[in-house]
């Protein structure tokens, strides 16, 4: 039992010789001290958080000046409904009626000091039909709201696929770099007992130039599109923002012709043309009413030295007299305002029907292609490669297919991340064109 527990135990029979201890476990021992007080000393290092798009779109729906901007705009525009309809301030007057020049107020009997108040009625309809052409100019500042949102989370996405695939096409050359570090090693092994040239060590020698050079190109494009993320949150340039969450492939099934017929009712930007329409529709209406005269009522009250008061009223009506050069244009102003208005639907209409057919084609030709990679050529590709390699070691297979081998691989995979990166970005176009999101769920 005590052999065995020697034998079993090296460093119980280390401490029956004091020498090899201090020698040899000494020395580990101050390893793992200085191990063990580095790690409580050095500070953790936080990993960076996981972007995810969910709430990027929130903050930046939250912080940007442009919705800001556009939700006061409609603060403001609410406010003019209930002004619209308001009747005019009245007058109050002061003054002196039938004075002498000889500014003697009992010279003469009908010298008084008076007090009027007036007030001014639009013709009845006026009011009601400004109030509803304010009503629909706010109902417009809504849907302007609502687009200019659409348009912010259709960039932010934009952005956010865009550094995502930045990340991953960072993440495939840096792999790819490795493997052509060490199919370099093998071909320098294989050279050294003379079975590789010197032109396959040159050859993958370029292709790892060619990766750091796309390394440093990739590097500048991730500043470019953080800056421009925090500019879309409203965060300041240089703001860390993290590692984007990878992407997934979420097919969405759609038709063409539903997305158009929807967007026709719901698109933000159309709805506010429409609520325009309305308004300038009836801009026409009050324009006609302006042939129909106001009406204007006056009462005073007089006040004479040594008699009785007075009290007097008028009524007071404007004379539409010069209709032609008022009347009749302010109409026609009104139906060319109309007429502006509803080209200006049609052609936004045309607009977002193209836009969906083009994103739309778009984004089911990449879902198909999207597809073929992942289920046909990127797993094919894999098999390509160890098939070249096991076959380059046992010096059946040229050292060029194994590079090319590589090198096509590397292609495919940042064809295959460029696809889907496309797709999503196609996805948000049409979530913005139509105003709606889609349902998804992650391809298995």
Avoid at 52 to 75: F, G, K, Q, T
Avoid at 320 to 342: C, D, G, I, L, M
Avoid at 385 to 400: K, L
Wanted: aromatic share 6%; net charge neutral.
């Amino acid at each position: 039992m005590r052999s065995s527990l020697r034998q079993g135990n090296p460093l119980a029979s280390q401490a029956r010789r004091p020498g090899r201890t201090r020698r040899g476990a000494l020395p580990t021992a101050g390893c793992i001290a200085c191990l063990i007080l580095a790690v409580a000393t050095t500070p953790l290092l936080a990993e960076p958080p996981v972007l995810e798009i969910d709430w990027l779109v929130s903050e930046a729906l939250a912080n940007s000046p442009r919705v800001s901007a556009a939700r006061e705009r409609y603060a403001a525009l609410k406010e003019k409904i209930p002004q619209a309809g308001a009747l005019e301030d009245p007058m109050l007057g002061f003054g002196v009626v039938n004075l002498p020049n000889n500014f003697d107020f009992n010279d003469e009997d009908m010298t008084a000091k008076e007090l009027s108040v007036s007030q001014k009625f639009p013709f009845p309809g006026k009011r009601g039909l400004s109030e509803q052409i304010a009503a629909r100019e706010a109902d417009a500042g809504a849907a302007d709201v609502e687009e200019i949102a659409n348009l912010l989370v259709k960039e932010v996405k934009s952005a956010f696929f865009d550094l995502s695939h930045v990340y991953r096409t960072t993440e495939v050359a840096q792999r790819n770099k490795r493997l052509l570090e060490e199919l370099a090693k093998t071909a320098e092994t294989r050279y050294s007992v003379g079975r590789a040239t010197q032109e396959e060590l040159i050859r993958n020698q370029v292709e790892i130039s060619k990766m750091v050079d796309d390394l440093i190109t990739l590097e500048q494009r991730k500043r470019a599109l953080t800056a421009r993320l925090n500019y879309l949150l409203n965060r300041p340039p240089n703001s860390p923002l993290g590692r984007p969450a990878e992407l997934e492939f979420r097919p969405a099934p759609f038709s063409i012709e539903a997305l158009q017929h929807q967007a026709v009712a719901d698109n933000p930007m159309l709805k506010s043309l429409k609520q325009e329409i309305a308004a300038r529709g009836k801009s026409i209406e009050l324009a006609r009413r302006d042939f129909f005269p106001d009406l204007n009522l006056r009462l005073a009250y007089g006040q004479r030295e040594d008699r009785l008061d007075m009290v007097s009223g008028m009524v007071e009506i404007n004379l539409p007299v010069f209709f032609t050069s008022r009347q009749e244009r302010k109409v026609e102003q009104a139906y060319a305002e109309v007429r502006s208005a509803q080209a200006k639907f049609d052609d936004i209409r045309s607009e977002t029907l193209f836009r969906i057919e083009e994103s739309g084609s778009m984004a089911q030709s990449l879902e198909r292609k999207i597809e073929l990679y992942r289920t046909g050529i990127l797993p094919q590709s894999r098999m390509q490669i160890e098939a070249a390699a096991s076959a380059y070691m046992v010096n059946q297979a040229e050292f060029s297919t194994v590079l090319e081998s590589r090198m096509r691989l590397y292609r495919f995979e940042l064809d295959y991340h460029e696809a889907l990166t496309e797709y999503e970005k196609s996805l948000a176009a049409l979530e913005a064109a139509v105003g709606r999101t889609f349902t998804r769920e992650v391809a298995q």
